[in-house]
């Protein structure tokens, strides 16, 4: 059990489009969500933090009208990247927690590409 | 400021040998310490995590040694195996393990 999707797995975008990821919890329900990100060899990031109806924090220096965030529902939280840049390509990752559980579970990760 | 401090960047072990990797944390409020293994192109995956209140923890061929008073904890993979290549990130985490810091991750290498 635990399983958390991402979709989707790659994108391409040009510079100054927007692009939505999408975080599942496949089997259980995630009162929390966490956004990272990770450049190439290097370590995780964390960008923000949602809660399921409420809205998200986010961590200094990372841009939340830039790093939209939304929680809708205990099994979905999105990430859309607006007016993308080729420095926001990276890849994304996000991961889910649930009562009584130490764990976050995390996702397979989303590669963005902006050109 | 780097929180958990992990060394060293990469590792080669030969087949059959132990891979060390240490971290070390300044936050004393840390209280959760979980190690991830990731492979290229894939989200990090829960290997082995600790709490402050044991100073060692095994599975299977994974280790993790806990010193409270140096604040620092290590990984220690026996029989390194091809299949462990992978990079491994120490990470900490305090309060209902809601927020966890990562380290700069450890890329290991096993040849046969």
């Known amino acids: 059990g635990a399983v958390v999707s991402q979709h989707p797995s790659w994108v391409i975008c040009k510079s100054g489009t927007s692009v939505k990821i999408e975080c599942r919890s496949l089997?259980?329900?995630?009162?929390?969500m966490f956004w990272y990100r990770q450049f190439p060899k290097q370590s995780l990031m964390l960008m923000a933090t949602?809660?399921?109806?409420?809205?998200?924090?986010?961590e200094q220096g990372v841009e939340k009208d830039k790093f939209l965030i939304n929680h809708a529902s205990l099994t979905l939280s999105t990430l859309t990247v607006t007016s993308a840049h080729p420095e926001d390509s990276s890849f994304y990752i996000c991961?889910?927690?649930?009562?009584?559980?130490?764990?976050?579970?995390f996702g397979p990760g989303t590669r963005l590409t902006v050109t | 400021q780097q929180q958990v401090k992990q060394s060293p960047q990469s590792l080669i072990v030969q087949k059959g040998g132990i891979s060390i990797i240490n971290c070390a944390y300044e936050?004393?409020?840390?209280?959760?310490f979980p190690w991830y293994q990731q492979f290229p192109g894939k989200g990090p995956a829960l290997l082995i995590a600790?709490?402050?209140?044991?100073s060692e923890k095994k599975e299977g061929r994974f280790t993790i040694s806990f010193n409270k008073s140096a604040k620092q904890f290590s990984l220690h993979i026996m029989d390194s195996q091809p299949g462990d290549s992978a990079t491994y990130f120490c990470?900490?985490?305090?309060?209902?393990?809601?927020?966890?810091?990562f380290g700069i991750g450890t890329k290991l290498q096993v040849i046969p």
């Open positions: 089997d259980f329900q995630a009162t929390t």
């Open positions: 949602s809660n399921e109806g409420s809205k998200a924090t986010y």
């Open positions: 936050n004393t409020a840390f209280d959760y």
């Open positions: 600790i709490r402050p209140d044991v």
């Open positions: 990470a900490a985490a305090s309060g209902g393990y809601q927020k966890v810091t």
């Open positions: 991961s889910a927690s649930r009562p009584g559980s130490d764990e976050q579970y």
